[in-house]
């Protein structure tokens, strides 16, 4: 499967999220930029996931910090489907297989720290 757009339905789709962005959410949620205009990883942190043995694809899931900020949340994905998961602390497996999932979370979030300007990122 292509996951592939044009670089015009990129800045439509980009353009459409930073207008209607703070109109989404309720007002006491407004102007504290809940939702990223963007995320930056490092390249190791994607080349980690995607070099566990049983990666196919990507996950991405969001998340919530404590300060009410979102944050995508990358995991490998199995044939089967399945995300691949690191242990817990507790020592309780989630996934199928090994046990040394990779999770990268910890990317540099825009706002506070945005991307030079770009066609996605006037």
């Known amino acids: 499967m292509s996951h592939e757009i044009s670089l015009d339905k990129a800045i439509e789709m980009t ?5 209607l962005n703070n109109k989404i959410l309720k007002e006491e949620y407004q102007g504290r930029n809940i939702l990223p205009r963007s995320e930056t ?3 190791d ?3 980690r996931i995607l070099a566990q043995d049983r990666c196919r694809k990507v996950r991405i ?3 919530m910090d ?7 949340v990358i ?7 399945r995300d691949i998961l690191p242990l817990r602390a ?11 999932g990779q999770i990268a979370e910890d990317s540099t ?4 720290t945005c991307p030079p300007e770009s066609p996605l990122n006037p």
């Open 75 to 81: 995991v490998g994905v199995d044939a089967e489907d």
């Open 66 to 72: 404590d300060r009410d900020l979102v944050h995508a």
């Open 15 to 19: 353009t459409r999220y930073r207008d």
């Open 45 to 47: 942190a994607l080349d």
């Open 109 to 112: 979030r825009c706002p506070d």
């Open 90 to 100: 507790d020592a309780a497996r989630l996934s199928m297989g090994d046990d040394e």
């Open 41 to 43: 990883f490092d390249r």
């Open 61 to 63: 899931y969001y998340g």
